[in-house]
């Protein structure tokens, strides 16, 4: 098995000037799905670009896909957002964020 991907290339359309606003972060894989954490919570200008319009793109090891982000809300998915958190410490020695989905059209495998 080769060496898991470190970052993730995400595309969001930004709420206020409507431009691709494009950002590099840590993830982990889950379920076919995708995880970033934002460690400003909702403060973060990608996850208010989420918020606003759940349509993105992201990139992983050059492979692009299409798809929707949305918020994980610890209340009404506990295991969820522990499972990821998990993953992210084991991956990066850190879990500290708003858990944010990223779904692609398609089923991700690595």
Known sequence: ????????????IGWKTCK????EIWFVEHDGRCYVLSERKKKAHWVQNII??????FSV????????????????????????????FDKYGWNDGLVVELSPELAIEF
Do not use: W
């Open 1 to 12: 098995m080769g060496r898991q991907p470190q970052f993730l290339y995400l595309n969001s």
């Open 20 to 23: 691709c606003h494009r950002i």
């Open 61 to 88: 090891n050059n492979k692009t896909f299409e798809g929707n982000g949305k918020i994980i809300d610890i209340d009404a998915n506990p295991k969820l957002v522990s499972d990821v958190c998990h993953l992210m």
């Open 52 to 57: 606003n319009n759940p349509k993105v793109s």
